[in-house]
């Protein structure tokens, strides 16, 4: 299913803009800011870059919308120029997509102004505008039906709009899981559906506890889950598993670190935009220290502290850390997530090319293996990704 999409990496699409350089991809040569898989997709593309490249030329180092400003300014040049459904409107338009205008708060509306004010400035000289309701409402439908675009490591590559595979519905005990091959959006049964069984998917990241998701489900796609899971909560306990001690911990202290996690999580999240990755990792330190006098390794606030800790270590190449935390993390990971999740086989990927990388090659290859397991029912036997692990496995 073809996508309307703002992309940072390789794929071919001719929505696709490309953000980072890589090894192999073709620049364009007028803005230097936009690259490619190759010519012809530089070519296919040309009629939405056009709109971005002499405004690229003129800001420069200046010129920053948002992912969400440059998808929506497509889809307004998109609908501009070929008003009838695209290939990926067979079964539901963008204009048709759900807004929840009248569940918005003043600093969704705020934010929602920011952008809009963003698209006048970066492309006042290429798009001809609604007025501001219609362009409200747009906003507010490409909040809540956009799509996240990563690569095989669950790095974020960009965003999109898949408005027929928006149709499905939210589930923490999802049947299908969607993946991408560039702006492609493809879905596989993970599970036994049967005829006339409702297809789910999963909006979010499904590995913390029940009260978690569906805070964040209420707050961006404005519903609660009444899923199996959901209703259960038989998963909570061991998410939120508590560290066995001869003096077990209050309810009101388990209560107070629940409250201390979920709030350095946030702070975490605010400070990757002003710290230093030194800062960074002794946030996730000191959090873990002080959770893991009450929490078990295996609870979901520690892994998401882990997780961060890792992923510092990986930017600053200290591959010896990173394994440490990716160790500790993949077997809770296998417990707390669904079968065939995306979250296991990068977690898999990761530590099999630190093993590698340190020359450990036995627990690398077994690894791969399991990584490779999972994505061949994800992504397909034939996506490119699991090619170029394979092609690992054999260079090494």
């Not at 070519?43 to 971005?52: G, R, S, T, V």
């Not at 003043?106 to 698209?119: G, M």
């Not at 998410?239 to 702070?267: F, G, Q």
């Not at 296991?344 to 990927?349: D, I, N, P, Q």
Request: negative net charge; proline residues 4%.
């Amino acid at each position: 299913m073809l996508a309307f999409a703002s992309v940072k990496e390789n794929n071919c699409s001719t929505f696709a803009i490309f953000i980072s350089m890589k090894e192999g991809l073709s620049k364009c040569g007028r803005c230097k800011q936009a690259f490619y898989c190759d010519v012809e997709c530089q070519k296919e593309d040309w009629p939405m870059h056009k709109l971005e490249c002499s405004a690229m030329c003129a800001f420069g180092q200046n010129w920053n919308p948002s992912e969400t400003v440059r998808l929506t300014a497509r889809i307004l040049a998109k609908q501009k120029t070929h008003p009838e459904r695209t290939q990926s409107e067979k079964l539901l338009a963008v204009k048709e997509f759900e807004s929840h205008l009248d569940k918005l708060d003043n600093e969704k509306r705020e934010l929602i102004q920011n952008d809009i004010a963003a698209l006048h400035h970066f492309y006042s000289k290429h798009l001809e505008y609604p007025d501001n309701a219609a362009l409200v409402v747009l906003f507010a439908q490409v909040n809540c039906n956009g799509f996240t675009i990563e690569d095989e490591e669950l790095s974020h590559l960009g965003s999109a709009i898949f408005p027929d595979v928006a149709l499905m519905n939210h589930s923490c005990c999802p049947n299908v899981i969607v993946t991408y091959k560039g702006t492609l959006a493809e879905v596989r049964a993970v599970k036994e559906i049967e005829p006339g069984e409702e297809v789910f998917t999963s909006y979010i990241d499904l590995l913390y506890p029940t009260e978690d998701r569906n805070d964040r489900l209420r707050d961006s796609y404005f519903f609660n889950c009444d899923c199996r899971e959901c209703m259960t909560k038989e998963k909570d306990k061991e998410k939120l598993e508590i560290r066995k001690l001869n003096d077990p911990p209050s309810a009101e202290t388990v209560r107070d670190m629940i409250k201390y996690a979920r709030n350095v999580i946030e702070e975490f999240r605010r400070a990757k935009h002003y710290k230093s990755p030194s800062e960074l990792l002794e946030i996730c330190e000191l959090s873990l220290d002080k959770m893991g006098a009450v929490f078990e390794d295996s609870n979901v606030y520690m892994l998401h502290m882990m997780y961060q800790a890792m992923g510092v270590c990986l930017y600053v190449q200290d591959w010896e850390g990173a394994l440490r935390y990716g160790q500790k993390i993949i077997r809770p990971y296998s417990k707390h997530y669904p079968s065939y999740s995306l979250n296991v086989a990068s977690m898999w990927l990761k530590l099999g090319r630190l093993y590698m990388a340190l020359e450990n090659r036995p627990a690398g290859v077994k690894a791969l293996k399991r990584a490779i397991a999972i994505m061949e029912v994800a992504h397909g036997k034939d996506h490119p990704y699991i090619s170029e692990i394979k092609k690992e496995l054999e260079d090494h």
